[in-house]
């Protein structure tokens, strides 16, 4: 049987599942609402926020939505997020324009968005509005170690198909002798003009 | 000799490779995520592909086999017997093949993975970077594959373009040891070390003149390509399920900037030094590490102009771009992993050489 028999009804069977997807998309487009479990209040300047959580407590790499709701609605009102946590190195800030979340435009967030490490993070809010700038600050989020198996034993077994090609190329250098045959076989023969 | 086989698993790549670029900028400019999304299945049916095309031609030369006819090496590389003799399996569709499967297996666990940590896109989670190395697996074996064809047309043209694939891949793997908070640039280091390595490979394997310049040419026309595509996948991808672009973007593609654009200039380098190395009858032991310290330190310093540029200043290690301290490092960065890359270059191309010695008569 030729191959391209054999292989035909894979490659039909791809091109269904393609053409067929955007269909099967459709009902997709109820994607969760956000939920909010628990809420922090900051005073950033004249402005209030109120920072919503869709899990509590938090736990590190378990990602979540935050929202972030300025008293009064987003209208005439931009700034940057600041968030500094034991992941990031002495004195950097994760910073990032706020941004309306994806599900739910009236407010601003982070959509699943997971913090890496356990401790102490802090969220420091900077806006711009009507009544000028102001910057407040929620401090002392606690994040809880991470959830699941350690990570250094998800490590292991996730390096093992590199550990099988770094030892696969160990076999083969150790079988063949490469530097021993870079002459033998002409790879870089020397005088040896290339083909035209 | 039946391409189709080899293209198909070369086209599997491919797809893995459109897939990944495409789900990254679902990510970044789109967000909400399920496991069942159309960048989801072009990666997954990417490696499916490739996989049942390598278990295919395993099944046919096992089956060649035990009809008495020898396995030819040009076909795939050379047999090896899996599992006490069961099947003969050539090794470049062993590998491609071995690698798809363990993309279906890492498969499963990083979807346990996203139900106990939820759906963030962070690209080097464990189970991610065990999927890249798989896909990666899968690449290298269509590079096996087409350097044992070298004799063929077919299997050079392959080649030229199977090799851009993984150069394209690799920066997604390095990625992952930015968390370790190295010294130097992980993504840099990766991305000197394999470009360089891989198309000096593929230029002493097939000992042909352009060889690098033409890896050099699908490279920068991949790049454009995803350049253009990615960002208009998730734009028509987010209109067709109904959901609005996230704020604030960037407009760059996210994967795009650890690639290097400027092969071409260090492609010519190589070339140069190549062809003026076999003229003046220079030392094989050593001619692989100079010129891959040379494509390596043009490479390197490409980067600091490509992603200084790409992101405003800031040079790849974080420092100003145009600091001296910033140009000194990257310099000694390019020496030293081009020429341990032209090292390995050049026993790779042997290994491949060796690994089907037959189509080796043409090029004497």
Redesign the interface.
Same mark, same amino acid.
């Given at each position: 049987m030729r191959?391209?028999t054999?292989?035909a009804p894979?490659?039909m069977g791809?091109v269904m599942?393609?053409t067929a997807?955007?269909a099967?998309?459709?009902p997709?487009?109820a994607?969760a609402p956000v939920e909010v479990v628990h809420t922090e209040q900051v005073q950033a300047g004249p402005y209030h926020l109120t920072v919503g959580f869709s899990t509590w407590p938090l736990r590190a790499?378990?990602?979540?939505d935050f929202t972030f709701v300025p008293d009064g609605g987003l209208s005439g009102k931009s700034g940057t997020l600041a968030m500094t946590g034991p992941g990031l190195k002495q004195g950097m800030r994760r910073e990032?324009?706020l941004?309306?979340h994806?599900?739910k435009?009236d407010v601003w967030g982070l959509?699943?968005?997971?913090l890496p490490t356990a401790g102490q993070w802090s969220f420091t809010f900077t806006v711009n509005g009507p009544r000028g700038q102001g910057t407040g600050t929620l401090g002392n989020v606690t994040v809880l170690e991470? =959830?699941?198996p350690p &990570?250094a034993l998800?490590?292991t /077994?996730?390096?093992?198909?590199?550990l099988?090609?770094i030892a696969?190329l160990a076999v083969?250098?150790r079988r063949?002798r =490469?530097?021993r045959? &870079?002459?033998l076989?002409?790879? /870089?023969?020397?005088?040896?003009?290339?083909?035209? | 000799m039946n391409p189709a086989p080899a293209y198909t698993v070369l086209a599997g790549t491919l797809m893995s490779l459109a897939g990944i670029h495409w789900d990254v900028q679902w990510h970044v400019d789109v967000g909400p995520d399920t496991f069942f999304t159309l960048p989801h299945l072009m990666l997954y049916s990417g490696s499916a592909i490739a996989g049942i095309a390598s278990l295919v031609m395993v099944l046919r030369v096992t089956s060649a086999q035990r009809a008495g006819h020898p396995a030819d090496p040009a076909v795939g590389g050379s047999p090896v017997r899996v599992l006490g003799g069961r099947f003969t399996a050539p090794l470049g569709y062993l590998v491609a093949g071995t690698g798809a499967a363990l993309f279906l297996l890492y498969g499963l666990l990083d979807l346990w993975w996203h139900s106990l940590y939820g759906f963030d896109a962070v690209l080097d989670s464990p189970p991610h970077v065990a999927l890249f190395i798989s896909i990666s697996l899968t690449m290298v074996g269509s590079v096996i594959v087409f350097a044992a064809a070298r004799a063929q047309p077919w299997g050079r043209i392959g080649l030229v373009a199977g090799i851009p694939v993984l150069i394209m891949f690799t920066p997604l793997t390095t990625n992952a040891f930015s968390r370790l908070g190295l010294p130097i640039d992980a993504r840099l280091a990766g991305s000197v070390f394999f470009a360089v390595c891989l198309v000096l490979m593929g230029a002493i394997t097939l000992r042909r003149r352009r060889v690098a310049l033409s890896i050099a040419v699908v490279l920068g026309l991949m790049q454009l390509f995803l350049w253009w595509f990615s960002p208009w996948a998730a734009r028509v991808y987010a209109d067709y399920v109904g959901l609005p672009l996230r704020d604030n973007l960037v407009g760059v593609p996210p994967l795009l900037p650890s690639i290097p654009m400027f092969m071409l200039v260090a492609a010519l380098v190589i070339e140069g030094l190549l062809g003026l190395g076999r003229r003046r009858g220079w030392s094989a032991r050593w001619l692989p590490q100079l010129v891959g310290a040379a494509g390596g330190v043009v490479v390197s310093l490409s980067m600091l102009v490509q992603m200084s540029s790409l992101s405003g200043g800031a040079g790849p290690v974080g420092r100003s771009a145009a600091s001296v301290t910033a140009v000194v490092s990257d310099v000694l960065l390019g020496l030293t992993l081009g020429a341990l890359a032209g090292f390995l270059a050049a026993r790779f191309a042997v290994l491949l050489h060796l690994n089907a010695p037959a189509a080796d008569q043409e090029g004497r």
């Open positions: 191959l391209t054999l292989l894979y490659v791809a599942l393609l997807a955007p099967q998309a459709e997709e487009q994607y790499m378990q990602s979540l990032s324009p941004s309306r994806p599900r435009r959509d699943i968005q997971s991470q =959830p699941g &990570l998800s490590w /077994l996730c390096s093992l198909p590199v099988g090609l696969f083969a250098w063949h =490469p530097s045959r &870079l002459a076989i002409g790879v /870089l023969k020397i005088r040896t003009p290339y083909r035209p | -």
